[in-house]
């Protein structure tokens, strides 16, 4: 059971370039989410997507895009990353919106941004 | 926007000990949540609250659903080192079109062999 799965774990980038963030989930899930988590600042709700072919913006979208690329799939795009990204970058998914279950969570991504 | 308040930020204890943190907010929520984070890993669930009132355990851990539905306490008793990490409240409301997750900012939790 691998639940959620996030690739790469660890990635290294230079102001300007740009980078996608995989994510994907086997547990069927309708909803996906992507926060970052920042020393002090918990986890901040960056895009999400309600369901297969919908996404939204969270609390921190700027310098982000998002696809929703089939029901298990949900990447992350840095256009032009800036050192401002540096952070630990978290997928999460769950049955819906309003699960009483909560979101199951990937191991993460660390990135930083030089 | 809903905000989670969590206390305290840090604890540095005695392995033995026991550990209180808890969460406030200014709105209600309908489903409290706590997560572990433990270092290099994503947040796991420890303990889900759905009814205003409800205790609810598991194993030394021990969490209630506030009576007004604006807060919740978590308590671990006897600590072990393997209970270190980071502690997260969130609460979450029902309906709507997403039902987001509200997190709070966490409790960094040591434990001294």
């Known amino acids: 059971n691998a639940g959620v799965t996030q690739t790469p774990k660890f990635q290294v980038l230079k102001t300007g370039q740009s980078m996608t963030l995989q994510c994907a989930q086997d547990?069927?899930?309708?909803?996906m989410y992507w926060y970052r988590q920042d020393p002090g600042m918990g986890l901040r709700l960056i895009y999400y997507?309600?369901?297969?072919?919908?996404?939204d913006k969270g609390e921190v979208p700027n310098g982000y895009n998002v696809s929703r690329l089939n029901k298990r799939e949900f990447s992350l795009r840095l256009e032009s990353a800036a050192p401002s990204q540096t952070s630990v970058y978290f997928c999460?998914?769950?049955?819906?919106?309003?699960?009483?279950?909560?979101?199951?969570f990937g191991s993460g991504t660390r990135l930083t941004v030089v | 926007g809903q905000q989670l308040n969590q206390s305290p930020q840090s604890m540095f204890i005695q392995e033995g000990e026991d550990v209180s943190m808890n969460c406030t907010s200014s709105?209600?929520?309908?489903?409290w949540l706590w997560y572990k984070q433990e270092p290099g890993e994503g947040p796991v669930l420890l303990i889900a609250?759905?009814?205003?009132?409800e205790l609810t355990s598991n194993g030394r851990l021990t969490a209630q659903f506030g009576i007004t539905r604006k807060d919740s306490f978590l308590n671990i008793s006897a600590s072990i080192p393997s209970d270190v990490g980071i502690y997260f409240c969130?609460?979450?409301?029902?309906?709507?079109?997403?039902?987001?997750?509200?997190f709070g900012k966490g409790t960094k939790l040591s434990v001294k062999p």
């Open positions: 999460a998914s769950t049955v819906s919106g309003g699960s009483l279950y909560g979101y199951t």
């Open positions: 547990m069927n899930h309708n909803s």
């Open positions: 997507s309600a369901s297969e072919g919908t996404t």
């Open positions: 709105s209600i929520f309908n489903t």
């Open positions: 609250l759905y009814k205003a009132g």
């Open positions: 969130a609460g979450l409301n029902y309906g709507g079109s997403q039902g987001n997750l509200i």
